[in-house]
């Protein structure tokens, strides 16, 4: 009937969760099981790639019955057909809002500097190509700077919310992109959330100094330079023979052909029996490995956010991190932080904080109390609801 109020449809974007997701296919997972119960005013429309992920999805939201629908699409987000035919779709099938849990929007959608017809809510998890030197060289977004920062600007001056997931972000961004106020103001900050499988349920207690059992110290991450691996195995050189039982490495996380220089500088050192590179792992293995590790490592130059850290404190993992980007914001007073500006070499400071704290289990205790406490905080729950309340 005319004038009657139509029910209005959000699109939500999944074609960023792959059968093997990344970070963000995780966060756009997180999310869509949990959107379109927070809002039933909504109906959904849900994008999708993978057949897989559509099937895994629809057992996820099969309560909410006929107000989701699934939509396929045989182009990706980066796609230029993505840009040229997803505006078409949007003003057929009445969307109201396009979420959007990554920057690539279609850019032809939504005017830029002004609301149009269908509003966007985009997220831009960081910026790390644009404020970090040389973090990745053989990286495609390396290559492309240029094309990056163009689709950043855009999503900035296009979406009439932009969601980021740290305080460090939301200033690396305005400052990188040069926003202005207006553009600042539609910026929000809203935490990640963390996967409920990571818990301290049945986790071995801080073992004392006079056990004489290994220790092992974990990284969680890709091998990108930014990430600081050679230092952290630098580090573990340096600390042999000074505990009064063996340290081992395991470095989780795929191997990456493109940066060797940890696996050479394992070689180099002499250390290989002590250091392990598990390569691409099962969820189930990164679940186990945070819960029977003694303490977690993330020399990382900068993080966005820095989900390992919070993983770990759930998992009841003591945490030794640096203050890169986000990880102190993240981390708070629950983790044990190595500056990474100082006079002396990282790899020496690295290695005497892992002494330190393995020489003082106390130390250890504190941090997996302080770091229980402070994971917790970190739900998807909370994150699609402080989201959910934007649309």
Known sequence: ???????????????????????????????????????????????????????????RLSAAGDRVRFEALPYGPFSPWSQIRLPLLLRRWGATLFHAPNFQIPFLA????????????????????????????SSRTAKMRGVYRFCLRQAARRADALLTVSNCSRRDLTKALKLGERDQARIHVIYNGV????????????????????RTLLYV????????IPALVQALAGIRGKLPFPVRLVVAGPTDERYPEASQLVRQLGIAEAVEFTGSIPFRRLVELYRTADLLVHPSCYEGFGLQLVEAMRSGLPVLCTD???????????????????????????GESIIDLFLHP???QELQIAGLA?????????????????Y
């Open 362 to 364: 106390e130390a250890l």
């Open 195 to 214: 996967d409920e499988a990571f818990h301290a349920d049945g986790r071995a207690s801080i073992r004392a100094l006079s056990d004489p059992a290994p």
């Open 324 to 350: 890169g980007g986000s990880a102190a914001e993240i981390a708070g007073d629950a983790a044990r932080i190595v500056p990474l500006q100082s006079t002396c070499d990282f790899a020496d400071r690295l």
């Open 110 to 137: 939504f005017p830029a500097g002004r609301s149009g017809r269908i509003r966007c809510l985009a997220t831009i998890h960081d910026v790390i190509p644009l404020v970090v030197p040389d973090y990745a060289p």
């Open 1 to 59: 009937m005319r004038g009657e109020k139509r029910e209005p449809v959000a699109v939500f974007d999944a074609r960023w969760i792959k059968p093997t997701p990344s970070g963000i296919g995780v966060c756009a997972r997180e999310l869509i099981i949990r959107l379109p119960f927070l809002r039933p005013d909504y109906r959904f429309i849900v994008l999708y790639q993978d057949e897989a992920v559509r099937e895994a999805l629809a057992k």
């Open 221 to 228: 991450g890709r091998m990108d330079p930014y990430k600081n």
């Open 374 to 390: 402070r994971g917790n905080r970190f739900t998807w729950d909370r994150a699609a609801r402080e989201i959910a309340s934007l």
